[in-house]
């Protein structure tokens, strides 16, 4: 089956430095990954479409300039936190649309961003 | 765009009873329509989903409605056990059919 990765799974840094995270799609080419955010014990909020060779759609809300979406390859898809703050403490989890069906996605296993 | 509603928040019952979540749907161009079952601390695991042109699906012990009309969907799990505890998520596809809009979530309590 389709699998995607995210890395690292945990990280802590200091407020106001920048974090990058990663998604792969492991056995299967994502022109589309999706990102999303997870405050604890809340919904998966959609934070932007990430589309290969072309800039990122974000949602309403989401400040582009501080969440930064680069997708580069069919396999690989970064989220960079600039400038992070506590309030970007959260739970921060990819998506890549299944390449067999128009719909089905498949999720990374999240990252734990925790800014002190 | 896509708004989806999920109720109850909460829900405990004794296992083998059933449990039914359900959500609501605001834009009727939405066709798609997964659910997820997510573990503390882990990612979403699909495990059913239903598209709109079918009324109904089964997979063993879990089932799905879909009532396009009234623009509502039911997740249905029959003789509950411990290990269904979780959240569960419903989702419907946005305006743009690309990314998916989620619910609240349900977090189902099974006791022995």
């Known amino acids: 089956g389709a699998v995607v990765s995210q890395h690292p799974s945990r990280v802590i840094c200091k407020s106001g430095t920048s974090v990058k995270i990663e998604c792969r799609s492991l056995d299967f080419q994502a022109t589309t990954m999706f990102w999303y955010r997870q405050f604890p014990k809340q919904s998966l909020m959609l934070m932007a479409t990430s589309n290969e060779g072309s800039k990122a759609t974000y949602e309403q809300g989401v400040e582009k300039d501080k969440f930064l979406i680069n997708h580069a390859s069919l396999t690989l898809s970064t989220l960079t936190v600039t400038s992070a703050h506590p309030e970007d403490s959260s739970f921060y989890i990819c998506?890549?649309?299944?390449?067999?069906?128009?719909?089905?996605?498949?999720f990374g296993p999240g990252t734990r961003l925790t800014v002190t | 765009g896509e708004n989806v509603e999920q109720h109850p928040s909460t829900l405990s019952v004794q296992e083998g009873d059933s449990a039914v979540i359900k959500c609501t749907y605001s834009?009727?161009?939405?066709?798609?329509f997964p659910w997820y079952k997510q573990e503390l601390g882990k990612r979403p695991q699909l495990i059913i989903d239903?598209?709109?042109?079918?009324g109904e699906k089964k997979d063993q012990r879990i089932a799905v409605t879909l009532n396009k009309t009234a623009k509502h969907f039911s997740l249905h799990i029959t003789e509950t056990q411990p290990e269904d505890s979780a959240v569960y998520f419903c989702?419907?596809?946005?305006?743009?059919?690309?990314?998916?809009?989620f619910g609240k979530g349900t977090t189902l309590s099974v006791s022995s």
């Open positions: 834009d009727s161009a939405s066709n798609y």
């Open positions: 239903i598209r709109s042109n079918v």
């Open positions: 998506s890549a649309r299944s390449p067999a069906s128009s719909y089905e996605q498949y």
């Open positions: 989702a419907a596809i946005n305006q743009a059919g690309t990314a998916l809009i």
